[in-house]
């Protein structure tokens, strides 16, 4: 979410700058060469020690044997991996595995083996289906390096660095420091233990806004067993899935996978504001119901519909006519009228008010769309797009029963006549 040109929502009351979703893009895919499968019989090799190990230190954490994960790690980095436990087993975690690489030998230690791995994991029961049929729609995963040396008997991770693979989306918060969780009835929320305060503040807006999209996704059969929400301090927002360099931002939905989407939201740009927390929290949150079960990582050649929509459920019950963002629409018909209801994006280095402007204009091309065919019509659109890659002429062919060229020809005036 970036924030955006302030406007006045109750004159004398409020001033509040809005704002729009990030998603990250597809992390690159490396092909790790296999080594040889876990020997059947007795290990023989360091290798092969090493990865026993590790199943078992994997088949702890499903378990809850938090004694048995660290059993597989170096006394030095037993802290880190305390805290990797205990944040999974919060995140629900389901699934956890290593596909390990070939193994290396370590100089100047015989015992030790070193090799790429990729963690394979899932969250929740909704992530991983029991038979995905790419790679996007099976676990979610990190690529490490990883050490082990033989200690009292037994092989342990003494080393654990990232793989060389150029991903955008690490580390995840799980991965290194403590993370505290409050648990609600649709929502888990993460913090960092300096920023702990924010947890019983915003759970009952994060709760009231998750009952609202569960109304969205019903429509769109996305719904969601649990959301997860991290609330970022400044340090973890520059570091968590990457970190988020620009200034505007304020929120993030990323995708993990086919099924599985996690939100962060800046919280220093929120925590005063509980009226904007909850538009962003809804507007997130519709994008992890809309872009859920999406071929592609992210929406970037309809980025009119996915802010659109997501600005339509985060919004509601607002209509998009009386959104702060009615001031910079209004302000950009009047530069130049519209030939379409889908806006020009606007470029990298143009001004908050434009960007403002695109998002305003988005929400109302999609309400057009649910004024004119209804919402269970809409949501159709939506996924037809956004999750199954149609055209917009043939989503709009199947969803509404007309091309999509007369759906933009109806909205256009539409669009004028609420701002002006």
């Known amino acids: 979410m970036r924030r955006a040109f302030t406007a006045t929502l109750v004159v004398g009351v409020l001033l509040l700058a809005t704002g729009l979703v990030i998603s990250r893009p597809e992390r690159p895919r490396v092909a790790i060469a296999a080594g040889p499968a876990p020997a059947a019989k007795t290990p023989q090799t360091p ?44 995140l629900d975690v389901t699934r956890f595995g290593y596909e390990t690489g070939v193994g290396q030998p370590v100089k100047g230690d015989p015992a030790a083996v070193t090799f790429r791995a990729e963690v394979k994991y899932c969250l929740g029961p909704d992530m991983c289906p029991a038979q995905p049929g790419s790679d996007w729609q099976g676990p979610a995963h990190i690529e490490q390096r990883l050490t082990m040396r033989r200690a009292a008997g037994r092989y342990v991770i003494s080393v654990a660095a990232p793989g060389p693979s150029d991903d955008p989306r690490r580390p995840a918060p799980w991965e290194n420091g ?73 929120g993030l939905a990323i995708p993990l996978n086919m099924h599985g989407i996690d939100v962060m939201l800046r919280m220093k740009e929120l925590e005063d504001n509980p009226v904007m927390l909850r538009v962003a929290l809804q507007h997130e949150l519709g994008h992890v119901v809309t872009l859920t079960g999406a071929y592609r990582a992210d929406a970037a050649e309809d980025t009119w519909l996915s802010e659109g929509i997501a600005e339509y459920i985060g919004w509601s019950p607002i209509s998009a006519g009386k959104t702060l963002r009615r001031f910079s629409v209004r302000w950009a018909l009047n530069r130049r009228a519209a030939t379409s209801m889908i806006p020009a994006q606007p470029g990298p280095d143009a001004g908050s008010r434009a960007g403002d402007a695109f998002y305003g204009l988005s929400h109302l091309a999609v309400a057009c769309m649910a004024r004119k065919y209804g919402e269970r019509k809409l949501f159709a659109f939506v996924r037809l797009v956004l999750a199954q ?32």
């Not at 597989?72 to 991996?81: E, I, Q």
């Not at 609202?212 to 996305?222: E, M, P, V, Y």
């Open 47 to 90: 290798f092969e020690y090493a990865v026993e190990a590790l199943d078992r230190h994997a088949a702890a954490l499903i378990s809850g044997d938090e004694a048995g994960w660290l059993a597989a790690v170096d006394t030095p980095l037993k802290a880190r991996y305390r805290n990797m436990f205990r944040s999974l087993r919060a």
């Open 178 to 250: 403590e993370l505290v969780a409050l648990r609600g009835t649709r929502v888990t929320l993460f913090a960092a233990p300096s920023q702990r305060r924010y947890l019983t503040r915003v759970l009952p807006i994060a709760e009231a806004a998750a009952k609202a999209d569960d109304r969205f996704a019903a429509l769109i059969g996305t719904q969601q067993s649990r959301y997860r929400i991290y609330l970022a301090g400044e340090a973890q927002w520059r570091s968590w899935y990457g970190g988020e360099e620009d200034d505007w931002a304020i």
């Open 389 to 420: 890659d149609n055209e917009l002429d043939q989503a709009a062919r199947d969803a509404y029963g007309v091309p999509f060229a007369t759906v933009d020809r109806a909205c256009v005036p539409w669009v004028r006549q609420q701002v002006l």
